[in-house]
């Protein structure tokens, strides 16, 4: 005959159950994916900025651009590293690297 109480059951049935409940606590996604964060948002206007920054600047009164657009490209890969560095950072303790796999 089986008893209702917990502390009845044997240690290993004990042992199964808190693995179970270590791995459905290991396999919840702790970031959102990363369209759904300010982050990326902030990124696509800062880039817009940039862009728009280096076309309106025009040119000084002796000729020269003083925001060319190589240097708006390397802002830009500056924005990416950092924007790609915080994706990076937020995904670290992550147990799911992407949406496949879950249940």
Known sequence: MTTANPAARAPAQMADANVGRRAAVAQADET????KTTEFYIFLIGVGAVLIASQ???TAA????????DK????????????????GLAKAGSYWRNN???E
Do not use: H, M, Q
Not at 62 to 69: E, L, Y
């Open 32 to 35: 959102k994916p990363a369209l």
């Open 56 to 58: 309106l600047v025009g």
């Open 62 to 69: 002796n000729g020269v651009d003083p925001f060319r657009a």
């Open 72 to 87: 708006a490209w390397w802002y830009i890969t500056l924005l990416t590293i950092g924007y790609l560095g915080s994706r």
């Open 100 to 102: 496949e796999g879950r």
